[in-house]
């Protein structure tokens, strides 16, 4: 059997075929196949059934973990809310507390709840994004406008607090960069409100669209084993029937509080289809709402108080090694950090939710349609900093 290669977008290649049966090899990329990121997608093709496809990673490889071994543990909040630019916030969360259970520090109360708070709010921008991004790859072009007017009532409220509106450099070691603004605290909840009143239009204008089910139920069914056997994680695997999520089986911050462990729901499906993922993740951005809410309604009745602790001039960790892991928007996210002693890490190893997830492609796709594989690829809810690091 012959193979001809041949390329869509950058990956395209000239070539001159024969007439006769051949595997067709199609390069899908390296562009931007879902908007976020730079990914090539290497398929074999029988006609237009996909035999076998191999994602290609590394276009945007900035080797993050070796950077953190050249920087101090303030310094390495900024790169790390990078690797994934939709959960900023949530990834300067795993370094800092990382950093903290190395010391042995009880940050004030008040910084936990805002942490919760802002977390919850990080993880419904990052949702938003892939529920309008979603059907629009799938010709639905609509929903993405729904989506941005959401964002941007939330981003106002974010950077109104931190001054950065995609990388908010929020968190420090021992707390939050300072406390919030005067009145900030009600203009939160009516952004809330807001974001959530517009949450039907997707119920309707997607999941009650007969085109937009026709391409995704059973359509790219990822099983409990594979999600097992690759370490997928986040609504992905929740979709598949796969009951984890961090914030209730392993609370941090203020997740494990009775005010909240009454709210938090960790929403599954048993189909594991692409239809499935964007129903888990919908329902998962209501319920972030939820939470977020819960934790307005706690910060309402603290006393005014600290958000950090009074750190040293020069921040050393103890000699050891901790992991901490958070349930990250895009699935679980883990800092693995070894200290000798000095002002920056030995070894700081980041383990991304998108790196293990796209990796399930290569069961997703062998044996689908090519018309189907921009709908899997664009319920796998990935981005590709958060792959490439």
């Given at each position: ?216 139920a ?40 009775e005010e ?27 319920n972030?709402?939820d ?20 750190l ?55 044996g ?6 921009v ?9 590709v ?5």
């Open positions: 059997m012959r193979e001809t290669t041949v390329g869509i977008g950058a990956g395209a290649e000239n070539f001159s075929g024969e007439p006769g049966t051949t595997d067709m090899v199609l390069n899908i990329g390296p562009q931007h196949p879902s908007t976020h990121g730079v990914l090539r997608l290497k398929l074999v093709l029988d006609g237009e059934r996909i035999v076998s496809a191999e994602p290609v990673i590394g276009y945007m490889h900035r080797g993050a973990e070796k950077l953190f071994e050249a920087r101090d543990y303030r310094q390495i909040i900024m790169l790390a809310n990078r690797h994934d630019w939709l959960s900023a916030f949530a990834n300067e969360l795993g370094v800092v507390l990382a950093v903290e259970r190395m010391l042995g520090m009880e940050v004030p109360e008040r910084a936990v709840w805002i942490r919760t708070m802002l977390a919850e709010l990080n993880r419904v921008l990052n949702h938003l994004m892939f529920l309008g991004s979603y059907p629009l790859e799938l010709g639905g072009i609509t929903p993405v406008f729904h989506a941005f007017h959401g964002r941007e009532e939330l981003q106002h409220v974010l950077e109104e607090a931190s001054g950065g509106r995609m990388h908010y450099m929020f968190n420090r070691v021992g707390g939050l960069k300072e406390d919030l603004p005067a009145g900030w605290l009600g203009r939160v909840r009516a952004a809330v409100a807001t974001v959530r009143s517009q949450l039907p239009v997707f119920e309707d204008l997607v999941l009650g669209n007969e085109i937009f089910r026709a391409r995704t059973g359509v790219g069914v990822l099983s409990q084993e594979h999600v097992h056997a690759y370490g997928v994680s986040g609504p992905i695997a929740r979709a598949s029937g796969v009951d984890l999520d961090l914030r209730r089986d392993e609370p941090y911050l203020a997740y494990g509080s909240l462990r009454g709210v938090l729901t960790v929403v599954t499906r048993e189909e594991g289809d692409c239809l499935a993922r964007f129903e888990c993740l919908l329902e998962q951005t209501v972030s709402l939470l977020a809410d819960a934790c307005l309604d706690k910060l309402a009745t603290l006393a005014p108080g600290p958000v950090n602790l009074r040293p001039k020069v921040l050393k960790a103890p000699e050891g090694a901790t992991y901490a892991w958070t349930e990250n928007p895009l699935g679980i996210n883990g800092y693995y950090l070894v200290s000798r002693g000095d002002k920056t890490p030995w070894r700081l190893k980041l383990r991304s939710a998108s790196y293990n997830n796209i990796q399930a492609l290569t069961e997703l796709l062998p689908t349609l090519v018309a189907d594989m709908a899997i690829l664009g319920s796998m809810f990935f981005v900093g958060d792959i490439d690091k």
